[in-house]
């Protein structure tokens, strides 16, 4: 059971233009979002993340999108660089009294920018 | 500030024997997590650690893997017998935790490859 889900394994945008990575999750008890950037032979490393309560999250040319109601969030790079090439990962944790900080990975989007 | 710690950064055995990884998290990181992550596919959680009792072993395959963080700082993950399907990348990540409550930003080691023949 595939609780986060990203289904396009690849993704090739040119330097300069928008990257938009997305991710969909099936379970409401979710409430908090991260994505991590994997480079090879590295560990994750954290990129941005964002809260339930909120729709948006920016940080410098990263921005994720939360749409609570479709389950669905979404990563922008703007403008994205050739170092921005590498494997995205989202992940979810749950909530309350419940929460151990369990991170649900989806299984990635790898991402190539052209110079 | 060191990041997390892991090795062997390599390790190629033949199924039926055993294997031990090492991981020392960042200094401080009361919560230590072990994931798996076979090629293309994310992390799965294997078991997570809070000094050094368990949180959730939920997804640990008790009859060959073990784990153990037994002074609250490094921790050890050992697999025995080895399995073709245990090929993968062996992640250590850790975080840090405040008035009880754990935090979701987790820092990751640069795993252990592992390659069961």
């Known amino acids: 059971d595939q609780q986060v889900k990203q289904n396009s394994p690849s993704l090739s945008v040119q330097e300069g233009r928008i990257s938009i990575l997305n991710c969909d999750y099936t379970?409401?008890?979710?409430?908090?979002f991260l994505w991590y950037k994997k480079y090879p032979a590295e560990g994750p490393t954290f990129l941005i993340s964002?809260?339930?309560?909120?729709d948006k999250n920016e940080d410098g040319r990263f921005t994720v999108f939360l749409n609570k109601s479709a389950k669905h969030l979404s990563l922008h790079i703007v403008p994205s660089q050739p170092g921005d090439s590498a494997v995205y990962f989202c992940?979810?944790?749950?909530?309350?009294?419940?929460?151990?900080?369990?991170?649900?990975f989806g299984q990635g989007t790898t991402l190539q920018v052209k110079p | 500030e060191a990041g997390v710690a892991q090795s062997p950064r390599y390790k190629i055995i033949e199924k039926r024997q055993s294997v031990a990884f090492w991981c020392n998290p960042i200094?401080?990181?009361?919560?230590l997590y072990w994931y798996q992550q076979i090629l293309g596919q994310g992390p799965k959680l294997l078991i997570q650690?809070?000094?050094?009792?368990?949180?959730?072993d939920s997804q640990l395959p008790k009859d060959r893997f073990s784990a153990e963080r037994l002074k609250g700082v490094d921790s050890t993950l050992k697999i025995q017998p080895a399995k073709l399907e245990d090929s993968a990348v062996y992640l250590c990540?850790?975080?840090?935790?405040?008035?009880?409550?754990?935090?979701?930003?987790?820092?990751f080691g640069p795993g252990t490859r592992l390659t069961v023949t």
């Open positions: 990540a850790s975080s840090s935790t405040a008035s009880g409550f754990f935090h979701y930003e987790q820092y």
């Open positions: 200094s401080g990181h009361a919560t």
């Open positions: 650690f809070q000094n050094n009792g368990v949180v959730d």
């Open positions: 379970n409401s008890m979710f409430d908090y």
């Open positions: 964002i809260s339930s309560i909120k």
């Open positions: 992940a979810a944790s749950g909530s309350g009294s419940s929460n151990t900080g369990k991170l649900i």
